[in-house]
């Protein structure tokens, strides 16, 4: 179970390949947008340290050069207090005008710093809103100017669209989107090289089928879509290449078949039209070869129309369970008057009535039928047919045993290894004589091998011809055997 789980844990289809590239991508890109982001945020930090630092060093520095002692600033504000002559508005003023000589230098001095230092802002009096920063020096409180068309001043501390790429999360999001984008180009072009490629190479090979080159496989490796649609051209190639050799050969064969008797009836005729043949028990003699090879003819085109039968037969098989007894009944009384005119004895020996086959009912029957008719072409007179069904095991599989045993001429061995190819024939002028085709133990094989049996043949010449086929046979059910039982009691 391990096994198998691995096995299906590696074979990741293309669509899953797909989801999880996006994915990884995504998360690529959440990543490296967080690491860009820290970098930057960590770098402007060291960078806003060190200014404030030097800031801050400057300024202490200006501040024991500039300052004033706090006990002089409030001696001033005392006398000008204690001056009984001023009006409270001119001693506000003065008051404020010794303030802003004690702190106005300090803050023009952080302002002019703060601006040497690159500190990252639009304008560094955006962080001293005070009044006295600014206006404490004029003794009075200012505000900016309004704009020509009567609104409120433009707040240059506010954060515009342009100044957006200026902050670290703004420039992080900005360079995790441009990182994205060029990931995304680069597997989509590789996803592309891999899905496009293996496409390419299919449709080149549909090219060399089509004219004609049916050798070239397309290797592909991995389990997925476009491998298993790569398995399958190519098992569509080999059925192709399969069908024209069979008719490269069908062709070749009907040719050299037809051209003997062909060319028999051209001279025959020929030499009736020309009158060569002054005897009329000559010219009738020729009359009967002609009618011959006429049958023969019409014999093998019977055949071929029914090997080609077979073959379409073969590529729609209805293959169902059913009782080997009644195919079996139903041959030997189809050629039973035959038999019965050629005086040959034909016996049927079923050693399990209620044996069941795995087959196609037609198919099994032609099977059966082939066999018998070829048995009484070359079984004389006196001689016997036997139709034999048993049943083996091996193991927990069970298969059916079929025998079709005749006393016939028989076969010599050298013919044997050929004996199941198409057109083959012991003997041509017995078999123009018996008007066999050599087409019937063609259609055997191909039959037997569809249904998934085997077939082979065992001949002793001048004794007889056995020939042997096996198909996968079904164990009868309880209800089937005790049908049976109650049949023999009856």
């Known amino acids: 179970m391990g096994v198998l789980k691995k096995l299906r844990m590696r074979q990741l289809t293309l669509s899953t390949k797909l989801i999880l590239s996006m994915a990884g991508l995504v998360l690529l890109s959440a ?187 397309i290797k592909l490796g991995g389990s997925n879509e476009i491998s298993q649609l790569a398995h399958s051209f190519n098992r569509m190639a080999q059925a192709l290449h399969l069908t024209e050799q069979k008719r490269k050969d069908l062709v070749a064969d009907v040719s050299h078949e037809l051209r003997t008797p062909l060319a028999s009836i051209q001279g025959y005729t020929e030499v009736l039209r020309d009158g060569l043949v002054p005897s009329r028990e000559r010219q009738e003699e020729i009359l009967d070869h002609i009618l011959k090879e006429v049958k023969h003819l019409t014999g093998m085109v019977n055949s071929m129309r029914e090997w080609v039968n077979s073959e379409q037969m073969l590529e729609h098989l209805d293959l169902e369970v059913m009782p080997v007894q009644y195919i079996t009944d139903l041959v030997v009384e189809r050629f039973r008057p035959v038999s019965a005119s050629k005086g040959v004895e034909l016996k049927l020996e079923l050693a399990q009535p209620e044996l069941q086959v795995r087959a196609d009912a037609d198919a099994l029957s032609r099977v059966l039928s082939n066999l018998v008719d070829n048995a009484l072409r070359y079984t004389p007179e006196g001689g016997s047919i036997t139709l034999k069904i048993g049943q083996e095991f091996h193991g927990k599989i069970s298969k059916a045993n079929f025998e079709v045993c005749d006393t016939g001429c028989g076969i010599a061995p050298e013919h044997l290894p050929f004996i199941f190819e198409r057109f083959y024939r012991v003997d041509r002028s017995r078999d123009r004589a018996t008007g066999g085709s050599g087409l019937g133990l063609a259609i055997v094989r191909d039959t037997v091998h569809t249904l998934g049996g085997d077939v082979k043949i065992e001949s002793t010449l001048g004794q007889g011809t056995r020939v042997l086929f096996d198909l996968p046979s079904v164990l009868p059910t309880r209800s089937s055997r005790k049908r049976r039982v109650v049949a023999e009691v009856n």
């Open 31 to 217: 990543v490296f947008s967080l690491l860009i982001s820290n970098i930057i945020i960590h770098n402007q930090t060291r960078q806003l340290e060190e200014s404030l630092q030097r800031i801050s060093t400057q300024m202490q520095e200006v501040k024991k050069q500039n300052a004033q002692p706090a006990s002089v600033t409030v001696e001033q504000i005392r006398q000008i207090v204690g001056d009984s002559v001023n009006t409270p508005e001119n001693t506000l003023l003065e008051v404020r005008h010794a303030l802003s000589n004690s702190d106005g230098l300090n803050s023009r001095a952080f302002l002019r710093l703060t601006r040497e230092s690159g500190f990252p802002t639009s304008d560094p009096s955006c962080f001293l809103r005070s009044s006295s920063i600014a206006d404490l020096d004029s003794g009075r409180a200012t505000s900016p100017p309004p704009s020509p068309n009567g609104s409120p001043p433009p707040d240059k501390c506010s954060t515009t669209a342009d100044g957006f790429y200026s902050y670290p999360v703004g420039q992080s999001i900005a360079l995790g989107c441009l990182f994205s984008a060029v990931c995304a180009v680069a597997l989509g072009f590789l996803l592309s090289r891999r899905i496009t490629g293996p496409l390419r190479a299919l449709e080149q090979a549909s090219e060399r089928i089509a004219d004609g080159n049916y050798e070239n496989e």
